[in-house]
C-alpha cells in the first residue's frame, strides 16, 4: 500500500498559477502510474492528468495546454503545474497510484491521498 499526500492548493485568481505536490511512501516502487484528479461541489470526481513510470502523460482536454503533470521518481513525488486557471477548475484535487496500469479511470487507482482544495476566484 502507497500513503499519499498532496499540497500546493489554494485560493487564485483567474489567469493565475498554482503547483500541485502529491508526496508517495510505503512501497511506491511497485505502482506504475500516478494521477491527479479532481473533484467539484455536486459533480463526480473526474481525471485531470496522469503519468506512467517512464514519463509518458495523459490529460483530460479540458487542461491541455495549461496543466502540465511531472514526476521526481527519486523523491517519489508528482507534480501538476497549473497555468491559465479559470474558476471552473475549483475543485478538491486528489492524487492518485495504480498498480498495475489498466487506464485512467476512477476504478484503476486503489491508492488515493485526502485532497487540496483549489479555489480559482473571477
Known amino acids: 500500500q502507497v500513503q499519499l499526500v498532496e499540497s500546493g492548493g489554494g485560493l487564485v485568481q483567474a489567469g493565475g498559477s498554482l503547483r500541485l505536490s502529491c508526496a508517495a511512501s510505503?512501497?511506491?516502487?511497485?505502482?506504475?502510474?500516478m494521477g491527479w484528479f479532481r473533484q467539484a461541489p455536486g459533480k463526480e470526481r473526474e481525471f485531470v492528468a496522469g503519468?506512467?513510470?517512464?514519463?509518458?502523460?495523459d490529460y483530460a482536454d479540458s487542461v491541455k495546454g495549461r496543466f502540465t503533470i511531472s514526476r521526481d521518481n527519486a523523491k517519489n513525488t508528482v507534480y501538476l503545474q497549473m497555468n491559465g486557471l479559470k474558476p471552473e477548475d475549483t475543485a478538491v484535487y486528489y492524487c492518485?497510484?495504480?498498480?498495475?496500469?489498466?487506464?485512467?479511470?476512477?476504478?484503476?487507482?486503489?491508492?488515493w491521498g485526502q485532497g487540496t482544495q483549489v479555489t480559482v476566484s473571477s
Open positions: 503519468v506512467m513510470w517512464i514519463g509518458t502523460t
Open positions: 492518485a497510484a495504480a498498480r498495475p496500469f489498466t487506464g485512467w479511470g476512477i476504478r484503476d487507482f486503489g491508492s
Open positions: 510505503g512501497r511506491t516502487f511497485f505502482y506504475v502510474a
